[in-house]
């Protein structure tokens, strides 16, 4: 199956939506299965989370379908954009569908799925400063697209202190730069606190989406724990691939691509420590880890000879399905 991203040719990304219903396809059938339960999210998903509630339950499963594939032809466009791929362009997004939609409770219509898009956004105009000297406008819009993005889900304002660390790996630290990063990240809260004074809902809102979202080690307690522990595992087993596959990815590969990529590996490991001071942690919080791992597998598996790379593929496939497909298995 994977040979069919094996192309240069952006139209091919309508491949993506194949790809979904494949991976997502219990999800359209029983769709109950996988519905948000985390009642902690940020001020601009509760109407979205709200309208979405509306809908029947196969409508949240496609408009989650539809979010997620456009998230793919942006990272196709950002790879091939900054010469990250030159070839076989569809991997990197194929393998961040199958990361995203490896667990049942990473498949509802979620806040951190909207905050993906944005985040995506950030990236993209983080590691478009590399060797940059005119980039006053890339640098204040990674801290923008990052401020828009906590909005949806108040742990993403960590990538904040991310790209400040990814900057200086990036180009020569200078607080000018800092700060207008810092700068990008104010506006959007300026403008939203300006708006929640003027109709005197300031300290309401400030609570729900700060008072009400911070906390320390704040776990919901699993009613399964046979799928918190193959949860886990699973996503264990990714993330160990990605970070021993270190080497291999950035062996005889020039500079620029060593910069840019290193960037994914501070998204990898540092949004997880940050993700330990909000409220209601659960298993769809893992959600936050599937842009840096999905990425960074899917560079892996491009490196990789065809057969072995077809091999992984089909096995990772043949696991994650079977995991959905659990709750008509054990019956």
């Keep these: 199956m994977l040979s069919l991203f094996r192309t240069n040719q952006l139209i091919g990304g309508a491949l993506y939506l194949f790809y979904l219903l494949f991976l997502r396809g219990l999800s359209l059938i029983v769709p109950e299965r996988f519905a948000w339960e985390t009642s902690a999210m940020g001020f601009l998903s509760k109407p979205i989370m709200a309208w979405m509630e509306t809908q029947p339950l196969w409508g949240q499963e496609l408009w989650a379908t539809a979010l997620l594939f456009v998230q793919a032809m942006m990272i196709t466009i950002i790879f091939r954009k900054h010469r990250l791929v030159s070839d076989d362009i569809l991997i990197p997004g194929a393998l961040y569908l199958l990361v995203a939609n490896c667990l049942p409770s990473l498949h509802a219509f979620s806040p951190m799925l909207l905050a993906n898009t944005f985040l995506l956004l950030a990236f993209d105009q983080l590691i478009t400063t590399y060797r940059n000297q005119q980039c006053a406008d890339n640098l204040f819009n990674v801290g923008l697209w990052i401020g828009v993005a906590s909005f949806f889900h108040l742990s993403y304002i960590s990538f904040l202190f991310i790209s400040l660390l990814g900057l200086g790996s990036l180009r020569l630290f200078r607080f000018r730069e800092v700060m207008m990063i810092i700068s990008g990240a104010l506006v959007p809260y300026f403008l939203a606190g300006t708006y929640w004074f003027w ?64 960037m994914l590996y501070y998204l990898l490991l540092l949004s997880p420590l940050f993700l330990l001071f909000h409220v209601n942690i659960d298993l769809s919080h893992l959600f936050i880890l599937s842009l840096p791992v999905g990425l960074l597998l899917g560079l892996l598996v491009k490196n990789m000879n065809k057969t072995s790379a077809e091999i992984f593929h089909l096995l990772l496939l043949t696991v994650v399905i079977l995991w959905q497909l659990k709750p008509l298995l054990l019956r």
Excluded: C, W
């Excluded at 950035?250 to 620029?256: A, D, K, L, S, T």
């Design 199 to 262: 109709n005197d809902h300031f300290a309401s809102i400030f609570q729900q989406h700060f008072t009400d979202n911070l906390g320390f080690l704040s776990f919901l307690k699993a009613t399964d724990n046979l799928e918190v522990y193959v949860s886990i595992g699973v996503f264990t087993f990714l993330v160990a691939s990605v970070i021993f596959g270190y080497g291999a990815l950035m062996r005889r590969q020039n500079i620029p691509f060593q910069k840019r990529v290193g």
